[in-house]
């Protein structure tokens, strides 16, 4: 989780879009996490995927409904995701 957040806050898009292909992959694959856990952190990865996919098609009116979407969820780095909302809603 922490290494998605370098990346976007980076701004190093295409090494974010790989790592999360990877980061899928390991939680399809991965045993040990519960199902509250590997849905808490696909939440997180989805949410993510669209926030990228907003700013890259500059469809930014598309921001408060992200925002609102992600209020209302629970999961893992909800917090970080809703401030990244806010801030690309300033731009």
Known sequence: ????????????????VNFISS????LSKNRSLNKKDLTSHN??????????????????????????EVSKASFVSDYWMLEQCAMSNEQ
């Open 43 to 68: 939440t997180f990865l989805n949410y993510l995927d669209k926030l990228i996919r907003i700013k890259e098609n500059k469809k930014f009116h598309k921001l408060d409904d992200l925002e609102v």
């Open 1 to 16: 989780n922490l290494t998605t957040k370098i990346y976007y806050e980076t701004g190093n898009i295409e090494s974010l």
């Open 23 to 26: 980061y899928r992959m390991y």
